[in-house]
C-alpha cells in the first residue's frame, strides 16, 4: 500500500539548521539528531516531542 504520513513540515528544517552552523555531519557527530531521525524528516515522517524541542530551542535561541 502507499504511505501516508501526517507530517508536512512548513520550512526545510535541516537546511534552517544548516544554515545556522548545524550541519547533518555537525548533528550527527554531536549526537543532537540520529541519522534515522534526519531520514524521517526528510521523508516527512514523525519526530520524538524531544526531538522537536531541540530543534526548537537551536532555533529558536538562534534566533535571540
Given amino acids: 500500500g502507499s504511505d501516508i ?3 508536512k513540515y512548513k520550512i ?17 557527530k554531536d549526537k543532537i539528531i540520529s541519522e534515522g531521525t534526519m531520514q524521517h524528516i526528510r521523508n516527512g515522517k514523525g ?3 524531544d526531538t522537536l524541542n531541540t530543534i526548537c530551542l537551536i532555533l529558536l535561541t538562534l534566533l535571540a
Avoid: A, V
Fill in 5 to 7: 504520513y501526517m507530517w
Fill in 12 to 28: 526545510d528544517i535541516l537546511k534552517e539548521l544548516s544554515n545556522r552552523g548545524y550541519t547533518s555531519t555537525k548533528l550527527r
Fill in 47 to 49: 519526530i520524538t516531542t
